[in-house]
């Protein structure tokens, strides 16, 4: 069968005269309606878990407030545990060598997305998310979009590269489903999974954003999960003040992602299997929400409710306060779902907090509450995320008005250098893993010749007897000697089978020397030469290692450069997939 369609995919490339980009765009598309039925069918799994545990599938608050406050308790703790049971489950599937996040397949890994264990976390965060576990629920919707994408790529033997451009389609597809938001989407993709932006792939992950926005709009009762409200005229010295917002998110999302990692911590160092302790993080959600039902659930009917209807600051602060501590101990046990969700939460109720602030000390020259708080979701959303354009067009094609662009760009921009000057954190590990790999470059780039020079060992002096330089070759396993005055300047190498030459056919080599056998003319490195230039020496000269000297004006020996450590240097300054 996977023969068959081989063969059937060469033939349609040879008719229609596809290109290898012609036809990523055609999978593109497939991959689009692929990753939006995948959304669709988790979001109808968690209704039905809904309907079965309360007997309504709406709101997890309403639900949370129809509830008694008994029950508020134990069900987030009973989800956890079950969910606990089935990550176990999952944890039977893990492999080391493969990558279990559809991030690391793509941007490390070759595009294999694990099936059973995708499905076993998935069928985790289910539980977690319908019994009111206060975390996002688009982690486990891109991650299933990711492993459709990665099914079909390798049902038609598609190679490492353009599987994990597949996979990576795949995932832009689920994050448009998640918040019908097609050019955030494959922005999300491009500026944090595959870290750069290209037309070869970008193409096919716009491609497939759109097509997964217009399946999900064909389908009855589809709406977007925020409902925005008009953006107001932003004119005047108000445009300061969403500065001020940027810097208070950028200063306050490393914060947040470092309490969701000692969470983390904390509940790692716990000496309780792993469905306990995602059954207590269960359990401190249940006991928040018999004071503030708002905890449960994702935040997305708390956000519509700040930007529709006035709320006091008292009643911001707690309930941010509560459900940054519902999440982080969701999150934090090791439930399995998405941050992203939470984060744009906790950027409206920042903002909504500081536009009544503003508003009281400035009534009559600042907009409403609800203005401040929908750029703060993009200004913390890019603190955290360390990814600002796709913060900005995502609250743009949220909003769909110019009105927000100028206020929106400022603070995402502001929070984003605020939030790296703080910390160098991200939600994603993947975004860290490629600071560390930029870092490392930035040092590489920074290293010259002469920090990897190491010691000449094998010189001799112009005068040395054959009998001296073959001592030397039966000592060290090299092609060369290096030949210096009594300055240490370099003058040439003695070649080894010069003089084995010699010996072989019985020469006389009494009463020769280094000078008789001396190579004036061999390639030499200097400490300050490019790492680039030396390889090309390297590439042009059979050898493990080649003599560096001081300068050209000035040649003393300064060592031997290997060829190994250059490469191995100059491939991680470059790395190639």
């Known amino acids: 069968m996977l023969s068959f369609l081989l063969k059937l995919r060469t033939r349609a490339q040879n008719l229609f005269r596809l290109s290898d980009a012609h036809t990523m765009l055609v999978w593109s598309v497939v991959v689009g309606i692929a990753g939006a039925f995948a959304t669709i069918a988790f979001r109808e799994a968690i209704a039905m878990l809904q309907r079965a545990f309360y007997g309504d ?60 264990l995708s499905l076993w976390r998935s069928a985790s965060s289910l ?19 990711a492993l459709c994408a990665s099914l079909i790529g390798r049902w038609v033997h598609f190679d490492p590269a353009r599987l994990r451009l597949l996979v990576a389609c795949g995932a832009a597809a689920g994050i448009t489903s998640a918040y019908s938001a097609p050019i955030a989407g494959a922005f999300f993709v491009t500026e944090i ?9 970008f193409g096919p992950v716009v491609v497939s954003s759109v097509v997964a926005n217009i399946v999900m709009r064909e389908f009855a009762g589809y709406k977007p999960p925020y409902e925005m409200p008009v953006f107001p005229p932003v004119a005047g010295i108000e445009v300061l003040l969403f500065v001020g917002l940027g810097l208070l998110c950028g200063a306050a999302a490393p914060q947040f992602l470092r309490l969701i990692d000692g969470s983390r911590a904390a509940f790692r160092k716990l000496p309780v299997p792993l469905p306990v302790r995602l059954m207590l993080g269960g359990l401190i959600v249940g006991v928040l929400s018999t004071w503030e039902p708002e905890v449960w659930g994702n935040g997305y009917s708390v956000v519509n409710s700040i930007l529709h209807s006035p709320w006091t600051w008292v009643a911001l602060v707690l309930v ?5 501590a519902a999440t982080a101990a969701t999150v934090g046990s090791g439930a399995v779902g998405g941050v992203f969700t939470p984060t744009l939460f906790v950027g409206a109720a920042l903002g909504s907090l500081f536009g009544l602030g503003m508003h009281a000390l400035w009534p009559h020259g600042t907009s409403a509450p609800f203005a401040y708080a929908m750029v703060g979701m993009g200004a913390f959303l890019a603190g955290a995320t360390q990814a600002p354009l796709m913060a900005i067009l995502m609250i743009f094609e949220m909003t769909l ?15 984003y250098f605020v939030s790296r000057a703080i910390a160098k954190t991200s939600m994603y590990e993947i975004t860290l893993h490629r600071h560390r790999e930029e870092q490392e470059r930035l040092k590489l780039r920074a290293i010259q010749m002469r920090e990897l020079i190491r010691p000449a060992e094998t010189v001799v002096a112009l005068g040395a007897t054959v009998r001296d330089m073959t001592r030397v070759f039966l000592e060290y396993p090299v092609k060369y000697l290096y030949v210096v005055d009594d300055k240490g300047c370099f003058l040439g190498v003695v070649a080894l089978k010069d003089i084995t030459s ?32 030396a390889l090309q020496h390297f590439m042009a000269f059979q050898g493990e290692r080649l003599p560096v000297i001081e300068s050209s004006a000035r040649p003393t020996l300064a060592g031997v450069v290997y060829k190994t450590s250059l490469l191995d240097a100059y491939f991680r300054m470059n790395p190639v997939r």
């Not at 999974?193 to 792939?201: H, N, R």
């Open 127 to 145: 539980f977690t998310i319908s019994s009111g576990g206060s975390i996002g629920r688009e982690g486990p919707m891109v991650q299933l979009a």
């Open 57 to 116: 599938a709406g709101s997890l608050v309403e639900l949370a407030r129809s509830l008694p406050w008994t029950v508020r308790i134990w069900m987030p703790a009973a989800g956890g545990l079950i969910a606990g049971f089935l990550l176990l489950l999952a944890q039977r599937y893990a492999d080391k060598n493969n990558h279990t996040d559809y991030m690391e397949a793509v941007a490390i890994g070759d595009g294999i997305v694990p099936v059973r």
């Open 401 to 415: 008005s110019y009105q927000v662009v100028l206020p929106l760009m400022l603070s995402c921009v502001v929070a």
């Open 193 to 201: 999974v595959l870290g750069s932006i290209a037309m070869e792939s």
């Open 502 to 533: 010699d010996l072989l056919h019985k020469q006389d080599t009494s009463t020769r020397t280094a000078a008789d056998y001396l190579q004036s003319q061999f390639d030499v490195l200097t400490p300050d030469m490019p790492l680039g230039v």
């Open 320 to 324: 941010l306060l509560f459900m940054v």
